[in-house]
Nanobody
Framework: QVQLVESGGGLVQAGGSLRLSCVAS????????MGWYRRAPGKQRELVAS????????TYADSVKGRFTISRDNAKNRVYLEMNSLNSEDTAVYYC??????????WGQGTQVTVSS
């Protein structure tokens, strides 16, 4: 069964922090680079961070570099996103999925992150 469940979002003041968590079914998680995507109001979904299957290689969008940290726990099929120094530009629905992913792939519900200024 395909499963992607994101959690940990919420309302936070600018400068604050949040930690997102995602649990993925094995057929999505295993052996795949995983990533966190986000879709801000009126914008297309973008990849903000990715992590290789072994967790040794991470990449970040320029807009979050130095503020966000992605990690994974392969024993638990989980991916995490630690977000610090949040600003209003980070307001979006955040999703996890394999990298790359297409619009037509299965996507979870996502978790809403709202940063108030």
């Amino acid at each position: 069964q395909v499963q992607l469940v994101e959690s940990g979002g919420g309302l936070v003041q600018a400068g604050g922090s949040l930690r997102l968590s995602c649990v993925a079914s094995g057929n999505i998680f295993s052996w795949n680079t995983m990533g966190w995507y986000r879709r801000a109001p009126g914008k297309q979904r973008e990849l903000v961070a990715s992590i290789s299957s072994g967790g040794t290689t991470t990449t970040y969008a320029d807009s979050v570099k130095g503020r966000f940290t992605i990690s994974r726990d392969n024993a638990k099929n989980r991916v995490y996103l630690e977000m610090n120094s949040l600003n209003s530009e980070d307001t979006a629905v955040y999703y996890c999925n394999k990298v790359p992913s297409r619009v037509s792939d299965y996507w979870g519900q996502g978790t809403q992150v709202t940063v108030s200024s």
